[in-house]
């Protein structure tokens, strides 16, 4: 039987490798051909383009490793049922829980390779896809959130603004509330705020301060048109850019949210979906190969037409499920926990149920 098991393995691990060697170079021949007007635009020179695109292939694969998975599970076993190998294996006395185990054993060796991947490389790959990406090919968007912006700076100090320009680093309707315990000492507001870039410090240029000192009988105001002040928080603090979390290995990114969460950052969420990812990733190597061999194992009268066809449907289901619930997560106060694991749970369902059928 080992040399079925091997048989088998080698064949998984093969295919899979080829699925992504045949796809990846279509997606930067595609990707290439849809940016390189805005590359030549930018007269961006070939080392950087070169690094884009090596960054672009380990992001690319990380992003779609699951369904590469997928689908070439279902291609070659779907191979394997129409010569009939399937069911030369099971008639021996092999039983269906048995005939899964090299599958087993290479879901095991990728779901290292995802963890690898989501751990150190990816996180190093984004940093430089996305720093191309908005450096030069989305010039005049922002890579940061810039609305709304409420962020707790330290123990003591809570600071907002209605809207920030990051191109000019002004800021418009600022506040600052420093409290000593449970209590407001003084209030800072301005119209207008703009950060000063010095060699040590950050000094901002505030335009119709006023500061308030609450006292016990009454408040002392402050009022001044224009007043150049210090601060020990800088623009990168209060605005972090969006993907920051996608570019931090996992005991950076585990600080980086225990800090936005003590902010009161409103991306917290997106962040916390970036951490869970990278354990969901691997466990859904397992479900996807146990649906796919249980939906291409049975010789079926399209052929492997018919069980790529099932495939590539569930396939989809399982990005929507992901997407939906993952912008959910993003953009409302649904648990990103939930979110992430949603869709392997329902999934996990599915696959007990076409293992179940697959064995009868």
């Known amino acids: 039987m080992k040399i079925l098991d091997w048989y088998i393995l080698k064949r998984y691990l093969f295919t899979f490798l080829m699925m992504l060697l045949l796809f990846i170079p279509i997606a930067i021949t595609v990707h290439l051909a849809e940016k390189i007007g805005k590359i030549l635009e930018n007269e961006v020179p070939l080392v950087e383009v070169l690094w ?43 039983s269906f829980t048995r005939f899964l185990r090299p599958y087993m054993i290479g879901a095991t060796i990728v779901g290292i390779l995802a963890i690898i991947l989501g751990l150190f490389l990816a996180p190093k790959a984004s940093e430089g896809f996305n720093d191309f990406s ?34 000019n680093s002004i800021g418009r309707n600022f506040t600052l509330e420093h409290f000593e315990g449970n209590e407001l000492i003084y209030k800072v507001s301005a119209d207008k705020i703009k950060y000063v870039e010095t060699d040590s410090t950050a000094t901002y240029e505030m335009t119709n301060y006023t500061k308030r000192y609450v006292g016990q009988n009454e408040d002392e105001l402050e009022i001044i048109s224009k007043k150049d002040t210090l601060y020990d928080f800088q623009v990168d603090d209060l605005i972090p850019v969006i ?3 996608e570019t931090k290995m996992y005991g950076e990114l585990k600080q980086f949210i225990a800090k936005e969460e003590a902010r009161g950052s409103s991306n917290v969420g997106r962040f916390q979906l970036v951490l869970y990812r990278k354990w969901s990733l691997p466990v859904s190597v397992f479900i996807l190969t146990v649906i796919a061999v249980a939906v291409s194992s049975k010789k079926r009268r399209g052929g492997m037409g018919m069980n790529l066809a099932v495939g590539i449907s569930i396939a989809m289901v399982f990005v929507f499920f992901d997407k939906i619930f993952g912008v959910m997560a993003e953009q409302s106060n649904f648990p990103p926990l939930i979110a992430v694991w949603f869709p392997n749970i329902i999934f996990g369902i599915l696959a007990t149920y076409l293992l179940y059928n697959a064995k009868r």
């Open 134 to 167: 908005y450096k030069y090919l989305k010039k005049g968007r922002s890579a940061v959130e810039n609305t709304n912006v409420f962020r707790q700076i330290n123990d003591n100090d809570i600071i907002y603004v209605s809207s920030f320009d990051v191109k």
């Open 52 to 94: 884009y695109f090596y960054d672009f292939t380990i992001y690319f694969a990380h992003l779609l490793f699951p369904l590469f998975l997928f689908l070439s599970v279902i291609w070659f076993t779907s191979k394997l049922a129409n010569n009939t190998e399937v069911i030369a294996f099971l008639s021996s006395g092999v």
């Open 243 to 245: 993907y920051a979390a």
